[in-house]
């Protein structure tokens, strides 16, 4: 008798071990599940930073090849501006001249 309890505390034992690994691996598959629908929002959270993200890299591209247009446009309107003031001066020599030009003659024509 006393060898069918011991082989019966054994197998109650290793029955009670069998329960416990499997409430184990309940309670874990639970755990990795609900970590799982935890980390759902933050996983959509971090792909919507992603994509602003994204779209502000896009943005700055964007805004850079504005600036760099536009740094392009001041240059060629800096020399267009050196080259009519070149304009300006020789018009205006060319009015003094002739000014000059028309003194000459009125004076031979008295």
Known sequence: AGRR???????GAADAQARFGHSVKGLLTEKVTSCGTDLLPFSLLCSFVFQLLGQAARNMVMQEDAILHSEDSLRKMAIITTHLQYQQEAIQKNVEQSSNLQDQLSHLLK
Request: proline share 0%; no cysteine.
């Open 5 to 11: 309890q011991g082989k019966m505390a054994a197998g």
